[in-house]
């Protein structure tokens, strides 16, 4: 008989018992009933073994399920600090374009002409938060670093000692020839901890007399600055003024470029 038709989830070796015993020919029957017994003990012990292999396997299946489910849970938590963080900048960076508009409009109401524009989203690479000013064809632009670049380069030392978190910087269009250098310098921002909000702070660089050179009041590229900022501490070619940014930086600024206009 066919087992199959009554119990399908009888194991293949209980089928087999079951074929062998009922088999027409009997010399291919169990010959005694100890030769069942052993069959049926045999089939116990392999069902035994089937079921530990694939309790095994059901197991490391569990764990490898686990664990692409902690994989997936980090990369969004990772995908989601990344998100907060860059929402955090871009606030920043939004009071920072606040507080430079309200002293270019404070400048503005003050004259009938040689007003500044306040131009956003400059097509500079990297980022759209990027904006400039200008005033007749001189302009100054204010340009942010990568995010992704800044949380992969900015190294521990000076940096995690002084709570930088995000760079940027302010450059004009022209050769200043009093300061040897066009006008500029770094937008530091800076989150202390236990606070809420974080500072920008303006660093402006210049040469020392280790220096072959004598520039004054320039910014320094991203790989540039991270070199050289944590060495301008110490005794070194490059030297920084380094304060936290207030509006006379950004009526120097103004300063500036009313004088190349």
């Given at each position: ?13 209980v089928?087999q018992?079951?074929?062998k015993?009922t ?5 291919e ?12 003990n ?8 089937e ?10 299946g ?6 692409i489910k ?9 995908a ?16 920072l ?11 503005n ?13 400059q ?6 938060n ?9 302009s100054?632009?204010?340009?942010f ?5 800044l ?35 770094n ?7 236990g ?7 303006v660093?402006s ?14 910014c320094?590229?991203?790989q ?5 900022f ?6 070194h ?25």
């Open positions: 008989p066919n087992i199959d038709d009554k119990r399908s989830e009888v194991p293949a070796k089928k018992i079951i074929s015993m088999n027409k020919r009997a010399k029957r169990y010959a005694n009933v100890e030769e069942i017994i052993y069959a049926i045999q089939s116990i012990e392999q069902e035994k073994e079921n530990a292999a694939l309790e095994k396997l059901a197991a490391k569990h764990q490898k399920s686990e664990e902690q994989t997936r849970l980090k990369q969004q938590q990772e989601e600090k990344k998100e907060e963080f860059k929402k955090f900048i871009n606030l920043h960076i939004q009071e374009k606040n507080q430079i508009e309200s002293q270019v409009k404070k400048y109401s003050r004259v009938e002409d040689n007003r500044i524009s306040l131009i956003e989203k097509r500079i690479p990297k980022t759209d990027n904006f400039s000013i200008k005033l007749n064809g001189i100054g632009f204010f340009e670093f990568d995010y992704e670049a949380k992969t380069t900015i190294p521990d030392n000076i940096f995690k000692q002084k709570n930088i978190i995000f760079l940027g910087k302010f450059r004009t269009n022209y050769l200043n020839h009093k300061l040897n250098s066009c006008f500029g310098f937008l530091v921002l800076v989150q202390k901890p606070e809420i909000y974080a500072d920008w702070y660093a660089f210049y040469d020392t007399g280790f220096s072959g050179s004598s520039k004054k009041e320039y320094l590229d991203l540039e600055f991270l070199n050289e944590p060495l301008c501490f110490v005794m070619t490059v030297a920084v003024n380094y304060k936290k940014l207030e509006d006379s930086h950004i009526h120097r600024i103004i300063e500036e470029l009313i004088e190349f206009s």
